[in-house]
């Protein structure tokens, strides 16, 4: 069965601290793995990953995937309350027609 | 419009009654999906529309879920019956992906579902 597993499921910090939040992945004919960040609304999109070991970087956020660990992870450095939100790790595989098959997420709260 | 447009943003209903959730995706996007999202989980795939194609309906939990496209734009998702347990987000995301599907999925606000 095709999962996607996220680790910590949970994480508190305080501002200007770097995280990094993790994602694994069983799926099978993989395509692409996905980051979006979600606060009370619509999940945002991050990043799209799809060749392992070249880094995607948006300001303090960059990815990257590892295709022989079966694994991605999302740092976050110098952490902002803003930053408070849940991080959903997605992949695209498995014998669908291009649905996604998500994680739990990380839910990540940063204190001043 | 700039972004996917789902309403109404909350619904409530009795147990039993039938609900319709409607999806207006980003301009042009050929993809549409349907997710339901339970109180601290990741999002589910439900339902999958190519224009105005139903590729994939493999989510759907029974019988009493339908979606359509008609017009390969606007989508409706319908519920009948309401159970209890069908009280979720239901979110629908568009991409410009047609069958290669290398673009990546934009995600409405969602409607929060409850049943009484």
């Known amino acids: 069965e095709d999962k996607v597993v996220q680790s910590p499921l949970s994480l508190v910090v305080h501002e200007g601290d770097t995280v990094t939040l993790n994602c694994s992945y069983e799926?099978?004919?993989?395509?692409?793995l996905l980051w979006y960040k979600q606060e009370k609304k619509a999940p945002t999109f991050l990043f799209m990953l799809?060749?392992?070991?070249i880094e995607k970087k948006s300001g303090r956020l960059s990815s990257i995937l590892d295709k022989k660990e079966l694994s991605s992870i999302l740092n976050i450095t110098a952490t902002q309350t803003g930053d408070s939100a849940i991080y959903l790790c997605a992949v695209l595989g498995g014998g669908s027609q291009g649905n996604l098959i998500f994680g739990k997420g990380t839910k990540l709260s940063v204190k001043p | 419009g700039a972004g996917v447009s789902q309403s109404p943003r909350y619904k409530v209903a009795k147990r039993g009654q039938d609900v319709a959730l409607r999806c207006d995706p980003i301009?042009?996007?050929?993809?549409l999906f349907w997710y339901q999202q339970a109180l601290g989980q990741g999002p589910e795939f439900l339902t999958y529309f190519q224009n105005e194609a139903q590729l994939d309906k493999s989510g759907l939990p029974s019988d009493r879920f339908f979606a359509e496209r008609p017009e390969g734009s606007v989508s409706t998702l319908k519920i009948q019956r309401t159970q209890q347990e069908d009280s979720a987000v239901y979110l629908c995301?568009?991409?410009?992906?047609?069958?290669?599907?290398?673009?990546?999925?934009?995600f409405g606000d969602g409607t929060r579902l409850s049943i009484l």
């Open positions: 799809t060749s392992s070991g």
């Open positions: 301009s042009g996007h050929v993809s």
């Open positions: 799926v099978t004919n993989f395509r692409s």
């Open positions: 995301a568009s991409s410009g992906s047609g069958l290669f599907l290398n673009q990546p999925q934009h």
